[in-house]
């Protein structure tokens, strides 16, 4: 048997047909749940975050009173190599959005600064209010603590 391999003449072609389409059915039922996706910090990401972080403490005594400051400095480009997220700018005001939020890191900053806060006083405090500030600066994360607390009486 020898077959013929020559090309066939444009109209030998075989006519291409697209299958026909099915008609669109209407949803007769919705959902009774909305799905989405949410973004969170990760914890092991944090820990990163602020093993390496940048800190600056200050504060002092007055009229019964302690009042003090610490700044935190969350250096993207620092922890990069940890990473797998871009450590640009989009990066830091997700992370700016995202610690300003998230219970765990405001639970974690305001250990830092009471700890802060109780080893320069040299005493430990009852009740401290701390006011947490996080802002951004190019790539990198600042979170502002601000501290306050009645110094006890000492018999």
Known sequence: MVRDFAPREAHERPSLSFPTRKPIHRARRIS??????????????VDILFQQAAMLSEGAIAGGWYGGSTMLTLD?????????E????????????????????????????????EARAGVRFERPTVDIRVYRCERLVHIDLDIEARVPETP
């Open 32 to 45: 009774l749940f909305e799905r989405e996706i949410r973004v969170t910090l990760s914890p092991a990401a």
């Open 76 to 84: 993207l480009p620092r922890a990069g190599h940890q990473l797998s």
């Open 86 to 117: 871009a450590c640009d700018v989009v990066t830091a005001q997700q992370l700016e959005a995202l610690c300003a939020t998230d219970t765990r890191v405001h639970e974690r900053v305001r250990a830092i600064a009471v700890r802060e806060a």
